[in-house]
């Protein structure tokens, strides 16, 4: 889960959402299998699974969490870091196997929070059903974290299973009694949501459904947690306005009040995220909840200092046209002397922060705690960048290390605008202590390196463009979702 809360059925890949099965227990080959439409339509229709399933969901939580128990001892013997303890806050992260959220745990872990994990490891179900692969060889989360209890001498709890299914997580819930839930656990590209039908529908149930769960495990079971939210700074689109922080005051016809940010998401996946935020604004205010939305931009880098600890802490590196950045396309296009391919005329502006921040701001966040019944946004980026000005820092880092990197604009798969006003504020987080990290030319010259190290596992048939915005239709779309033709 960069994370995401979707978990396979009773064989791997059919949609079902309420169900908590682990993916460590799904054979291989089933693994691979490619969604069931028939089955997503029964599911749907019925809008409950059968006695029989909900039996098999109770044994395989049963049994994911003995796997849990024996993946993280509870004190590891060896203690190699000298990270001090810092906040005691009990922080769940939802999602915390993917590339965010396994850099956010280990980075809370080697500072004295306990820290529990939550996942159904959908994300490595994804790569196995599209036929692609991290460009970093990643072990197993059970592995990942039986490591990390090596070298920390910190205790990582471990709890595989769906947030779509209430009765796995209000047990989690309940089990860890968290201070802070950090929710990274959704299906987070545009793409992926762009594929066909059944990839928007599992988008925005998995996402819309696994947040409402979440906020109502926060009200039933640990009303005075703090959620940290995950967003994106793709929920307002590319106004011809600054972007605030969430919120904009608005004067019309003599009066004035100070209302949500309007939202203008370009694909089935942002709008998700548009969904989850109106869901905890209202949460907060029924529920005198506390929520704090961080809407994140680009993220970019490989290496926190814990993720460089031992080789099997490596965090993820996504590549392809589906999950891959255009920062990371590019770099590893550099890499194997393949064009860079930018999107139509390239002057899409983002906002981007290194992986460094993302973990520092997420701490931040849990350190300054909303109030009950308060819902705030931070816009969480360091830097705005076109992908044009993505493209030139690379050709030119690229140059100092003897590659020639040549530019290729390629018809823009998205429905976007190329040329757009782009000046969005993001203070709030650097008020509490965040000191950037920025894109300077040591850190593309460390990228391009550690791009040419793994060079073996690059396949360039991944990193071309193939999810078409125009062409998403109702007919399954996954055999031609990764390579493009």
């Not at 999107?343 to 009950?372: E, F, H, M, S």
């Amino acid at each position: 889960m960069s994370s995401h809360s979707f978990v396979s059925g009773s064989s791997a890949g059919v949609y079902s959402p309420r169900q908590g099965q682990a993916y460590a227990l799904v054979s291989a080959k089933t693994a691979q299998r490619s969604p069931s439409n028939s089955c997503l339509r029964r599911i749907n229709k019925a809008g409950q699974l059968q006695s029989s399933a909900a039996r098999q969901r109770s044994n395989l939580r049963q049994q994911s969490l003995q796997i849990c128990n024996v993946a993280a001892p509870e004190k590891p013997a060896e203690v190699l870091t000298t990270a001090s303890a810092g906040s005691q806050a009990r922080v769940m992260i939802i999602g915390g196997d993917g590339y965010c959220g396994w850099a956010t745990a280990l980075h809370l872990s080697a500072r004295g929070y306990p820290v529990c994990i939550v996942d159904n490891l959908i994300r490595r179900n994804y790569d196995a059903q599209l036929g692609l692969d991290t460009l970093t060889p990643i072990v197993s989360l059970h592995q990942r974290a039986r490591r990390w209890g090596e070298v920390s001498g910190q205790h990582l709890d471990l709890q595989v299973g769906d947030i779509c299914d209430f009765e796995f997580l209000s047990e989690a819930v309940q089990g860890f009694k968290p201070d802070t839930i950090v929710h990274f656990g959704e299906q987070r590209s545009a793409p992926y949501s762009m594929i066909d039908r059944a990839r928007a529908v599992h988008t925005q149930h998995n996402n819309v459904i696994g947040t409402l769960n979440v906020l109502f495990a926060i009200k039933e079971f640990a009303p005075d947690c703090h959620l940290v939210k995950l967003g994106t700074m793709g929920e307002y689109g590319t106004p011809n306005i600054d972007i605030e922080e969430g919120f904009i005051t608005i004067n019309h016809n003599g009066r004035s009040d100070r209302l949500p940010y309007p939202k203008q998401g370009g694909s089935f996946y942002h709008l998700s995220k548009i969904h989850d935020s109106h869901n905890l604004h209202f949460a907060t205010k029924a529920w005198k909840l506390a929520a704090t939305d961080l809407n994140q931009g680009v993220v970019y880098g490989v290496d926190t200092p814990e993720t460089t600890a031992h080789p099997q802490l490596i965090n993820r590196y996504d590549y392809d046209g589906i999950f891959g950045t255009a920062l990371n396309r590019f770099v590893v296009q550099a890499a194997v002397n393949h064009p860079l391919t930018v999107y139509g005329k390239g002057g899409q502006t983002r906002g981007y922060l290194d992986i460094r921040d993302t973990v520092r701001c997420v701490q931040l966040a849990i350190d300054n705690p909303a109030q009950r019944g308060e819902f705030r946004v931070f816009n969480q980026f360091t830097e705005q960048f076109s992908v044009n000005d993505l493209a030139s820092i690379i050709k030119r880092q690229g140059a100092k290390l003897g590659l020639d990197v040549q530019v290729a604009s390629v018809p823009n798969p998205r429905v976007e605008a190329e040329e757009h006003y782009y000046n969005a504020k993001h203070t709030q987080l650097v008020d509490l202590g965040l000191e950037p990290h920025l894109l300077e030319d040591n850190l593309i010259d460390s990228l391009l390196n550690f791009a040419l190290k793994h060079k073996d596992r690059i396949d360039i048939n991944l990193i071309k463009p193939a999810v078409d915005w125009r062409k998403a239709g109702s007919r399954n779309a996954m055999m031609s979702a990764a390579i493009a033709r």
